[in-house]
């Protein structure tokens, strides 16, 4: 049974910090490519961020640069995602996932993932 849970969404004010979690289980978890992504009313699902098997590669959407910051514990099977200097536009669901992208791999292309958390709820006020 393939399971990944966020957690850690919240409402904070304009400027403030959160540190989202992602626990999974069920799969090889040091064989994954994980990404964050994330959806607002309305709004396509769009990704944030991706870190590959090792966690040396990272990217990031260009509007969360310089103040999102992913990383992953294989040990411990998690993921994570700190996110600073939060502005209304970053509110959304925000959704861990996992893919076994590697070759023409589009990291920002939804097909490329296989398992999707349920999503935890992000509030920025302003």
């Known amino acids: 049974q393939v399971q990944m849970v966020e957690s850690g969404g919240g409402l904070v004010q304009a400027g403030g910090s959160l540190r989202l979690s992602c626990t999974a289980s069920?799969?090889?978890?040091?064989?994954?490519?994980m990404a964050w992504f994330r959806q607002a009313p309305g709004k396509e699902r769009e990704g944030v961020s991706y870190?590959?098997?090792?966690?040396?590669?990272?990217e990031y959407a260009d509007s969360v640069k310089g103040r999102f910051t992913i990383s992953r514990d294989n040990t411990k099977k998690t993921l994570s995602l700190t996110m600073d200097s939060l502005k209304p536009e970053d509110t959304a669901v925000y959704y861990c996932?996992?893919?076994?992208?590697?070759?023409?791999?589009?990291?920002?292309?939804?097909?490329?993932?296989?398992?999707w958390g349920q999503g935890t709820q992000v509030t920025v006020s302003s």
């Open positions: 996932v996992a893919g076994r992208g590697i070759y023409h791999f589009n990291w920002k292309d939804t097909h490329e993932y296989d398992y």
């Open positions: 069920g799969f090889t978890f040091d064989e994954y490519t």
């Open positions: 870190i590959t098997w090792s966690g040396r590669i990272k």
